[in-house]
C-alpha cells in the first residue's frame, strides 16, 4: 500500500499497552489516521475480556463479530507491530521523545505456525484452560479458539514433560521453537496509551456471600464463560454441583461495589451485565425464575430500554435490598440467601439453585509508566503534560460502548503529542 | 493488460491428503491453461511464498491461491493492489469440513477452485484515486463538546471552521454555576465552567469561528465538502457579506441537547408558580441565590423529581444520564445557602456511575437531604404559595405528602438533531402533492405531511444528499451507531455525531466524546488522501464504476445505497460520490441493469464463478447448492466451523454435506438477484443465503445489507414462478458470527430439504 508521508518522521510509533477492546481500538484507530503504533499485550492473544465475553449488552450480538471486523483492520494494516507476551519493562524520555523497552516472554511458537492442530493432538500434557477459568481442560500447547489474534499456538512450558519434544516432532512447518528465550525491545515512541483494563474484583474477599465455600456460587465473569458455546457446560447455564439446570437464579449486584469495605465506587456495568445474563438463564433454562438483588438498577442513556425490555418478563423479579449472608445447603447444595429488603426494611431468607454475583471492575495497573499516579481508588487519569493517556476500564469503570469511545480520543491526544513534535520539534 | 493468471495450491494442513491436489492441478491446467500452475506443500512458508514472488518477478500479474481461507495468513498472501489476487478456501471450507479423499469433497474442492479461477480471470489492478483533499475540519456546534472537538482537531494539526447558531459559544455550561466533579476525590462539583477552554479556543491561530450563524447548504463529500454559512442578518462579514463558503474535509456535528419540553409534564405540576426545571434552577443558582419565583423568598424546604419525563414510554424511554448527578449538585447549592434547608429527592434509582458515586455518599450523608424511592402522583398548590407533593413511597409502603417551597423538575435531554430521512420523506410529499396526479396519490402525500410536518425547517447540515440534508437518526432523534464495538460509526461517511447530540452524557464524557470524534474526522481525512476506504472496510482501494449507457433510471441504487453515497440528476441518473462510498456493493446488488461493478468485484465475476460450478446431470443424484454468505460474518463462522471439525476427534459427525459451493459476499445486500436466475436455470437445485442479522438490533456491518437481500427476495419469488420451480429452493438465514456450531446443521437441513424437493429439472438444458 502506498503511505504517503505527510508529515515528516511519521515512522516513529506511538506505544499502546493493552490489547483488550481499548487497547486494540486505539491501536486500529492510530494507525488509520496514518500512524505507526506498536501494540503490547501481557498474555498471548488480544481481545482480552471481551473475547471472554459471551455476548455484548444491550444487543444480545457476539463480541467475536466486531473482533472480526478489528482482527481484519489489523491484519491488513502493516503499520501495527503486535508483541503478545509483551510487557513495559522500562520507560525513560519525556512526551515527544520516550524510549520504551518492552520485555517479551517466549512463545515458544513462531509465525510459521498454520493452526493445523498438529501439535495440540501430539502434546501429551494436559492443563486446566485457564481462559474457562479452569472449568475446562487444555493442551500444554493450545491456543484461542474460534478466532485466535495472533493465530499461532503458544506453550505453558511449566506443563512440558521433562524433555518432551512431542509438539515440535509433530510440527511439519518447524514453527515450534522450545529453546526460544525472553527477549527485550527498545523502541523510541512519541507518546503512549495505557490501556491496561480490569479484573474482577476478588469474590472470596466477600467472605459473607459464599464464593469458593458454596459450590453453587458463581462471579459475573464465570457466567460469561457458562453461557459460550467454547465454556465449560457448551453454553448451558447448569449448576456447577451436580450439573443440573438451576430452577431458581438470583444476581446479587454490587458485589464489592459501592461498599467502602471493598469498592468504594460504582462499577456501571454490573447491572447491565446482570440483565443480560438474566436472558442468558431465561433462554437455557426457561423453567427457571431470576431475583436480582439491587440497590439502584443504574442503567444510564439506551441501557434503559434493554432494561425495560428485560424486565418484562415475568418470571424476573427485582427486589430492592442488601444481601448479608449466603449459606450452602450441604445436602442438596441449595444456597440460603439473607436479604434486607430495604423497601420492607425486612431481613428476610430465601432459597436459590444457583447465585451470580455481580463482581466489580478493578483496575490493573502493574507496571505502569511512574509518572502516571493512581487516584484513591487505584484508577489513572491521562496525563497530557507526560504524554500519556489512559482509555479503558483502567481509567473508570465502563462498557464496551465507552471503553471504545473513550480509546478513541486517547488515540487522539497521542496523536496530537507526535504531531506537535513533528511540527514544532 | 494481457492476464498472466498463475495458479498454487498448498498440499499442507490436511489439504494434501482430503483432496488429490494434483488431480486438481490437472483441472486448472485443462481447464484455464494459466501461465503457471504449481503446488507445494506449505506455500505460506518462505520457500513457497518466494515462488510465487518469482514468477510475479517473471510476469505473472494475477494469481489465484487455492490454500486456507483468506482470513488466514493474510500477511503472508500480500502482493499489493496492482495484483489481483483471489484465495480458495481449501483448508477450512473444504479439507477440515468435509470427508477426506471422498470422490464428493474432491468434486467440491475443483469446483472451488474452477469458481476462483473464474473470478481471478476478470479481476482488474486497483489504483487509488487521487484528489486534492480538505485537510480542514468543520464542527457545528459551539458547546462543550464543539469547542473541544475544535481544540482537540487544531491541537493535531488541522484548520477548523465552527459555525455556532447564537450569538456566544459556550453552550449550556457557559450557564452553569458548577459541573460535575471532574477528579479524583470526585466530591466537589467544579467552578469556573468553561471559560480557559473558550480562552484557548479564541485565540487558537487554527480555529476560525462564525457566530449567529447557519449552515446554508453542504455539498459534496469527504474530503471535498464545500459548505456554505450564512450569518444571521444583524450581522455582516467583512465586505458586507451575509455568507461565505467553505472547503473542508470532514465534519464534526455537535449540536447538543435541549431539556425536555417540561409543558408536556403538568401532571408532575409544571405550570404552577413555584415548579421549575433544572434547567431553570441552574440558571437561578448561576446568578446569585435560590428563591422562590412567586415571592422571590428564600426557599427552606425544596423537592426534586427525579426522571421527569425520562424512562417513561409516553416520553422519553432512556435514561437521560446526567439528571441525577445533576440534582445532587444542585441539592448541594441550597445547602450552601442555607444550612438547614431540607431537600427531597424522588427518584427512582440513583445513577451515579463511576466515580461519581462518592458524590453521591456525600451529599446522602446529609441529614437533611431525604432520598425516597418512589413514584410522584401528582402536585398541587398549597396554602402561602406552597407546594403539596403527593407520591408513593416505596420505602414506606404507601402514599406521602410533603409541603415544599419550590419542586424541581429533573428534566432530561433531548437531542439538538434533525432527522434527514424524514425532511426527504416531508420534501417528497409535498411535491408529490404538488403534482397532485391522482386523488389517492394527493391524499397519501397529505397524510405524510401531516406525520411528518414537526420536521418542516429542522435542517442543520443541510446535505445536498438525495436521501436527505442531515444525518439519519434513531426512532428517539439521537443519530447513534447502533454498533457497539464501532460507536462512531456514522451513515454519512465523514461526519460524526459527538457529545449529548449522540447520546445523553455530561460534559466530561462530552468532551472525550468530542475527540473519538475528531479521531475519526482525521482518519476520514487520512485515509480519502489515500484513497482507501474508511470502516469496516479499511484500506480498500475498490470503487464501484457506473456504465450509466445502461441505466434505466430505476433509482434503486440512490435509494438503496446505506450511506447515501449517491445523488441523482433531475432525469434520477445517479451521480455517484467516491469518497463517500463503503465498498460495499449494495448498489450492485440492487441494480437489475448489472452495470455497477468493482475492478475487483462484479456482477459478471460472480455470475462467472457460478458458471463455473459443474453440475451433474439429472441422473447423477448429485445435487448441487449455492451459498451466498456475508464476508463478515457468515463466512468466518463458517471457516471457525471448519476449524472445530479439524479440532475434534469425531469429525464425520461435524461434516457438513459437501454439495454447497460457497461464494463469499461483501455483504449480503451486494447480492444480485440476477445471479439466482442464473444459478437455476443452470440446473442449481438450491440457493442459501447466509446474512447478519437484520431488524432493530441489526448486525449487519453496512446497516440495512441483509435486509435488503431478503427483500430482493420477492423480486425472486417471480423468477421462480415463471421457470415452475419451488419457492422452498433459496433461503435467506440470518446468522451470526458465533452460531459456527450451528452452521453445519443448517446446510445440512436446506441441503435435506432440497433433497426431498428433488432435482431442478434445468439440468443439462
Redesign the interface.
Known amino acids: 500500500?502506498?503511505?504517503?508521508d505527510?508529515?515528516n518522521n511519521r515512522q516513529t510509533p506511538i506505544l499502546v499497552i493493552g490489547g483488550g477492546?481499548a487497547g486494540l481500538t486505539a491501536a486500529i484507530?492510530l494507525a488509520?489516521?496514518?500512524r505507526h503504533v506498536i501494540l503490547i499485550e501481557k498474555s498471548a492473544y488480544l481481545g482480552g475480556r471481551v473475547a471472554a465475553s459471551n455476548?455484548?449488552f444491550p444487543?444480545?450480538?457476539?463480541?467475536?463479530?466486531?473482533?472480526?471486523?478489528?482482527f481484519?483492520?489489523l491484519?491488513?494494516?502493516p503499520r501495527v507491530t503486535v508483541l503478545t507476551l509483551a510487557e513495559l519493562e522500562k520507560l525513560t524520555g519525556a512526551s515527544g521523545d520516550y524510549e520504551a523497552t518492552i520485555k517479551i516472554a517466549p512463545r515458544y511458537v513462531t509465525d510459521?505456525c498454520?493452526?493445523?492442530?498438529a501439535c495440540?493432538d501430539a502434546c501429551p500434557a494436559e492443563i486446566a484452560d485457564e481462559f474457562n477459568f479452569g472449568l475446562t481442560r487444555t493442551k500444554a500447547i493450545h491456543t484461542r479458539?474460534?478466532?485466535a489474534f495472533p493465530?499461532a499456538y503458544v506453550v505453558n512450558r511449566f506443563a512440558c514433560p521433562t524433555g518432551c519434544n512431542a509438539c515440535a516432532d509433530a510440527c511439519?512447518?518447524d514453527a515450534i521453537k522450545l529453546d526460544q528465550v525472553e527477549t527485550h525491545r527498545t523502541y523510541r515512541v512519541f507518546s503512549v496509551v495505557v490501556a491496561t483494563g480490569w479484573a474482577p474484583y476478588d469474590a472470596a474477599k466477600l467472605d459473607n456471600l459464599g464464593f469458593g465455600k458454596c459450590a453453587n456460587v458463581v462471579t459475573n465473569v464465570v457466567m460469561e464463560r457458562l453461557a459460550s458455546?467454547e465454556g465449560p457446560t457448551g453454553g448451558k447455564i447448569l449448576r456447577p454441583s451436580d450439573g443440573k439446570p438451576p430452577k431458581s437464579v438470583a444476581f446479587v449486584q454490587c458485589a464489592g461495589s459501592?461498599d467502602r469495605k471493598h469498592l468504594?465506587?460504582?462499577?456501571?456495568v454490573c447491572c447491565s451485565a446482570s440483565l443480560k445474563q438474566t436472558t442468558y438463564v431465561r433462554k437455557s433454562c426457561p423453567e427457571a425464575n431470576v431475583t436480582i438483588f439491587y440497590i439502584?438498577?443504574?442503567?444510564?442513556?439506551?441501557?434503559?430500554?434493554f432494561a425495560?425490555k428485560v424486565c418484562a418478563d415475568d418470571a424476573i423479579e427485582l427486589v430492592?435490598g442488601k444481601v448479608g449472608k449466603i449459606e450452602e445447603d450441604p445436602q442438596t447444595k441449595a444456597l440460603r440467601v439473607t436479604v434486607e429488603d430495604?423497601?420492607?426494611?425486612k431481613k428476610t431468607t430465601r432459597n436459590f439453585d444457583l447465585v451470580v454475583l455481580a463482581a466489580g471492575i478493578v483496575p490493573r495497573t502493574a507496571n505502569l509508566p511512574p509518572s502516571l499516579s493512581l487516584?484513591?481508588?487505584g484508577?489513572v487519569?491521562s496525563n497530557a503534560s507526560v504524554g500519556i493517556f489512559s482509555a479503558g476500564c483502567v481509567k473508570?469503570?465502563?462498557e464496551?460502548?465507552?471503553t471504545?469511545?473513550?480509546?478513541?480520543?486517547?488515540?487522539?491526544?497521542a496523536?496530537?503529542v507526535a504531531?506537535?513534535v513533528t511540527?514544532h520539534g | 493488460m494481457d492476464k498472466k493468471l498463475g495458479v498454487y495450491l498448498c498440499c499442507g494442513c490436511s489439504i494434501g491428503e482430503a483432496v488429490e491436489v494434483d488431480a486438481l492441478v490437472n483441472v486448472a491446467q485443462s481447464e484455464s491453461k494459466p501461465a503457471v500452475c504449481r503446488s507445494h506443500s506449505f506455500l505460506c512458508g518462505d520457500e513457497g511464498l518466494s515462488i510465487i514472488r518469482g514468477d510475479v518477478g517473471a510476469g505473472v500479474n494475477t494469481l489465484v491461491i487455492a490454500a486456507c481461507s483468506p482470513r488466514a495468513k493474510t500477511d503472508r498472501f500480500t502482493f499489493g493492489p496492482l495484483i489481483p489476487m483471489e484465495r480458495v478456501n481449501l483448508r477450512e471450507q473444504v479439507a477440515w469440513s468435509h470427508q477426506a479423499k471422498h470422490e464428493d469433497t474432491q468434486a467440491l474442492a475443483e469446483d472451488c477452485l474452477r469458481m476462483g479461477i473464474a473470478k481471478a480471470a476478470k479481476m482488474e489492478p486497483l489504483e487509488p484515486v487521487a484528489d486534492a483533499i480538505s485537510r480542514t475540519i468543520l464542527v457545528v456546534g459551539g458547546g462543550v463538546t464543539g469547542i473541544g472537538a475544535a481544540l482537540d482537531a487544531a491541537n493535531a494539526g488541522f484548520d477548523v471552521v465552527l459555525v455556532e447558531k447564537e450569538a456566544q459559544i459556550g453552550g449550556f455550561m457557559a450557564g452553569m454555576k458548577k459541573t460535575f466533579p471532574a477528579r479524583a476525590p470526585f466530591t466537589e462539583a467544579s467552578a469556573g465552567g468553561i471559560t480557559a477552554k473558550i480562552q484557548a479556543f479564541n485565540s487558537h491561530p487554527r480555529i476560525k469561528v462564525f457566530r449567529s450563524t447557519r449552515i446554508a447548504k453542504t455539498e459534496g463529500q469527504p474530503g471535498m465538502f464545500d459548505v456554505t454559512l450564512e450569518v444571521n442578518r444583524d450581522v455582516t462579514l467583512e465586505g458586507g457579506e451575509t455568507t461565505t463558503t467553505h472547503r473542508v474535509g470532514s465534519i464534526v456535528m455537535a449540536t447538543g441537547w435541549k431539556p425536555y419540553d417540561a409543558s408536556k409534564l403538568t401532571a408532575l405540576g409544571y405550570g404552577l408558580p413555584n415548579v421549575v426545571t433544572n434547567v431553570e434552577l441552574e440558571k437561578m443558582a448561576a446568578k446569585g441565590i435560590i428563591v422562590r419565583p412567586s415571592d422571590r423568598k428564600p426557599v427552606k424546604r425544596v423537592l426534586f423529581i427525579q426522571c421527569a419525563g425520562s424512562r417513561e414510554k409516553e416520553h422519553l424511554a432512556y435514561c437521560s444520564s446526567v439528571c441525577c448527578m445533576s440534582t445532587l449538585k444542585q441539592a448541594e447549592y441550597l445547602r450552601e445557602q442555607d444550612h438547614d434547608a431540607e431537600v427531597y429527592i424522588v427518584y427512582r434509582d440513583i445513577v451515579t456511575p463511576g466515580p461519581y458515586e462518592s458524590y453521591y455518599q456525600k451529599i446522602q450523608d446529609h441529614p437533611l437531604t431525604f432520598f425516597m424511592k418512589g413514584k410522584v402522583t401528582n402536585v398541587n398548590k398549597g396554602p402561602d404559595n406552597s407546594l403539596l407533593v403527593s407520591f408513593d413511597s416505596e420505602l414506606l409502603g404507601g402514599p406521602m405528602q410533603v409541603a415544599v417551597d419550590l419542586v424541581v423538575l429533573a428534566t432530561g435531554m433531548v437531542p439538538n438533531s434533525a432527522d434527514g430521512p424524514a425532511i426527504r420523506a416531508l420534501r417528497d410529499a409535498h411535491a408529490k402533492a404538488l403534482r397532485n396526479e391522482s386523488a389517492t396519490q394527493l391524499d397519501e402525500a397529505q397524510k405524510t405531511i401531516a406525520q411528518l410536518q414537526h420536521h418542516d425547517s429542522t435542517e442543520i447540515l443541510n446535505l445536498t444528499y438525495r436521501q436527505g440534508p442531515d444525518l439519519p437518526v434513531l426512532s428517539d432523534g439521537f443519530p447513534d451507531s447502533k454498533f457497539i464495538c464501532f460507536p462512531y460509526e456514522s451513515m454519512r461517511t465523514g461526519i460524526y455525531a459527538a457529545g449529548a447530540l449522540r447520546a445523553p452524557m455530561d460534559s466530561v464524557l462530552a468532551e472525550e466524546d468530542a475527540a473519538g470524534a475528531v479521531m475519526k474526522a482525521i482518519q476520514s481525512i487520512e485515509l480519502a488522501t489515500q484513497g482507501q476506504a474508511v470502516h469496516p472496510r479499511s484500506g480498500d482501494l475498490s470503487f464501484p464504476s457506473f456504465f450509466l449507457q445502461r441505466c434505466t433510471q430505476c433509482k434503486r441504487c440512490t435509494e438503496e445505497c446505506p450511506f447515501g453515497a449517491l445523488d441523482e440528476d433531475a432525469k434520477g441518473t445517479p451521480k455517484f460520490n467516491p469518497y463517500r462510498c463503503r465498498r460495499c456493493g449494495i448498489c450492485m446488488g440492487s441494480c437489475p441493469e448489472r452495470i455497477v461493478s468493482f475492478k475487483n468485484y462484479s456482477v459478471d465475476m460472480i455470475a462467472s464463478m457460478v458458471k463455473a460450478i459443474e453440475v451433474p446431470d439429472e441422473f447423477s443424484e448429485k445435487q448441487r447448492i449455492l451459498v451466498f454468505a456475508c464476508e463478515n460474518d457468515a463466512y468466518p463462522a463458517l471457516d471457525m466451523a471448519g476449524d472445530v471439525t479439524n479440532n475434534v476427534t469425531d469429525k464425520a459427525r461435524r461434516h457438513y454435506d459437501p454439495s454447497v459451493r460457497i461464494i463469499p459476499l461483501r455483504c449480503l445486500g451486494s447480492m444480485n438477484i440476477v445471479w439466482i436466475a442464473d444459478a437455476l436455470s443452470r440446473g442449481i437445485d438450491g440457493v442459501l443465503l447466509l446474512g447478519c442479522k437484520f431488524g432493530d438490533d441489526y448486525q449487519c456491518h453496512f446497516i440495512r445489507g441483509s435486509e435488503l437481500a431478503n427483500r430482493r427476495l420477492d423480486n425472486v419469488k417471480e423468477t421462480l414462478q415463471r421457470l415452475q420451480l419451488e419457492s422452498e429452493r433459496i433461503q435467506l438465514v440470518q446468522v451470526g458470527i458465533d452460531e459456527y456450531r450451528r452452521l453445519p446443521q443448517i446446510i445440512d437441513e436446506f441441503a435435506g430439504r432440497i433433497r426431498e424437493i428433488g432435482p431442478n429439472p434445468y439440468k443439462g438444458l
Open positions: 500500500m502506498p503511505d504517503t505527510v508529515i477492546i484507530e488509520e489516521a496514518g455476548l455484548y444487543k444480545l450480538c457476539p463480541p467475536s463479530c466486531g473482533l472480526e471486523i478489528n481484519k483492520r491484519r491488513t494494516n510459521a498454520t493452526l493445523c492442530g495440540q479458539r474460534p478466532a493465530a511439519t512447518y458455546t459501592r468504594p465506587y460504582c462499577s456501571t439502584d438498577l443504574r442503567t444510564a442513556g439506551h441501557l434503559q430500554e425495560d430492592k430495604t423497601i420492607s426494611g487516584d484513591e481508588f484508577f487519569a473508570r469503570p465502563a464496551v460502548s465507552a471504545v469511545r473513550d480509546a478513541t480520543g486517547a488515540a487522539l491526544k496523536l496530537q504531531v506537535g511540527q
